[in-house]
């Protein structure tokens, strides 16, 4: 059966099963087999700076777009820009480019701090976008990124599900705690976003708790001293939460904030990722605590090993089946020593102190400015890496441990909750 004579079905479904190079190969066969490729070509897209998106937007046919559903786009200048646009320049093609995409279901949208408020004006008939990244690249002090914008954008998605935030900035607005701080910035300028439909004028961070459908949150980077975290209706059933620690703020400051929002959204919740120190007590008792769906805790390599014990031990009244831990190589045995530590008490406290744990894996994360370890350095790690399996055996509990880099199982640092992530193809320019 020659290739034109098929049905189109099943042409669609041979070219789905195309690597990334077979695909661009095949596509130039002939102007018929191209048309074929278009929807696996565009299916995935990756622009890395707005002047690849302006020629993206110059050189793709418009009918191509509504074929992508992944979108990673980056709107930092190329070195070499010939013009710096407006706030408005830069929205403009964003907008354009969104506005054709109804099959978008997956966007990561990485900026230079500040952007127009036009930019919201395409998100409402997103109506398949379920997993939405927005952070910013720029230096917060200098360019930073509204939370009005931010949350603006993320309620008016009808379908939201999965939310990722990074390098958001209060708003003066909404910040009224943090009026003659200079330590943190604040945006100005920022009360002209208008009114969203249900939250008004309330955009600032917390009212990311009212979109109803949301059910992966994580922010990182960021500040969340709102004291509206713990008076907004929770009108969402998070099951993944995901909370970073915020670099210009200390370490109980950033403990307090995420102790915070863990109690409001807690029943809910069934895999947490932490990056500080948990110390309320309230979290401890099975009766008492928010966290009762608990399963699956995650350890951010950011987390201060010496908090380790104590704060899993306060998190001891959810039922959870699996901890694991990221951290960089240079901290492998103390990290592993803690977890025996965690391990020692938890035989002390009796067979009900978490009854339900079943594994403990520990995973390092690439640091590119770590030094080569010695000879003495890596059997160190081996053997504390070894002596933490060893303690889990002897405890039924399974256990991971990598304890040296390679490129075959190094991990970036990055969210212990993201989804799996599948070889796909891609376009990117």
């Known amino acids: 059966m020659f290739w034109h004579t098929l049905p189109t ?26 048309q074929v490729c278009v929807p696996a070509k ?7 700076s707005l002047q690849a998106l302006e020629r993206f937007l110059d050189s793709v046919p418009r009918d191509y777009l509504t074929h992508i559903e992944e979108l990673d786009l980056t709107t930092k200048d190329e070195p070499n820009a010939p013009y710096t646009p407006t706030s408005r320049g830069r929205a403009d093609p964003i907008i354009s480019l969104l506005a054709a995409t109804p099959r978008l279901t997956k966007l990561s949208l990485k900026t230079d701090g500040w ?17 939405l990244n927005i952070s910013n690249c720029g230096d917060e002090s200098l360019s930073p990124l509204s939370e009005r914008l931010v949350v603006s954008i993320a309620a008016s998605l009808q379908n939201l ?19 003659g701080n200079p330590d943190i910035p604040v945006v100005v300028g920022d009360v002209d976003i208008p009114d969203h439909p249900v939250l008004g004028s309330e955009l600032a961070l917390p009212s990311l708790l009212r979109i109803p459908t949301l059910r992966k949150l994580t922010l ?52 947490f990722s932490l990056a500080t120190a948990v110390s309320d007590n309230l979290f401890a008792k099975p009766t008492d605590t928010p966290l009762r ?9 950011f987390f201060p090993v010496d908090s380790v014990v104590d704060t899993v031990s306060n998190l ?33 406290r009796g067979p009900q102190f978490f009854d339900k ?33 060893s303690f889990c055996r002897d405890l039924r509990l399974s256990s991971f441990v990598v304890d040296t880099p390679t490129p075959d199982c190094v991990k970036p640092v990055t969210s212990f909750t993201d989804g799996k992530r599948f070889k796909t193809r891609s376009m990117t320019i």
């Not at 952007?115 to 997993?131: A, C, G, Q």
């Not at 520990?362 to 399996?389: G, K």
């Open 316 to 348: 001891a009244g959810s039922p959870i089946e699996m901890l694991s831990m990221q951290c960089f190589e240079e901290d492998v045995v103390d990290v592993c020593s803690a977890l025996e530590g965690f391990l020692s008490v938890r035989v002390e």
């Open 115 to 131: 952007m127009d408020k036009s930019i919201v004006t395409p998100f409402p008939y997103l109506r398949n976008l379920r997993d």
């Open 42 to 48: 565009f299916r995935v897209v990756k622009l890395s």
């Open 220 to 271: 990182r980077d960021t500040h969340l001293g709102d004291e509206r975290w713990t008076t907004t209706p929770v009108a969402c059933r998070l099951e993944v939460l995901d909370l970073g620690s915020y670099v210009r703020a200390d370490e109980d400051f950033n403990s307090l904030c995420t102790e915070r929002i863990m109690a409001a959204v807690g029943p809910s919740v069934a895999e």
């Open 9 to 34: 079905e099943m042409k669609l479904l041979i070219v789905s099963s195309l690597g990334k190079d077979e695909l661009e190969s095949f596509s130039r066969v002939d102007q018929r087999t191209y």
């Open 293 to 301: 769906r608990l399963r699956k805790l995650h350890i951010s390599p």
């Open 161 to 179: 599900e999965v939310l990722s935030l990074d390098n958001i900035s209060r708003s003066q607005y909404h910040a009224i705690d943090l009026e």
């Open 357 to 389: 744990l079943q594994r403990i894996d520990v995973t390092v994360a690439a640091n590119q400015d770590a030094l080569e370890p010695t000879i003495e350095e890596s059997e160190e790690r081996a053997a504390a890496a070894e002596r933490l399996q």
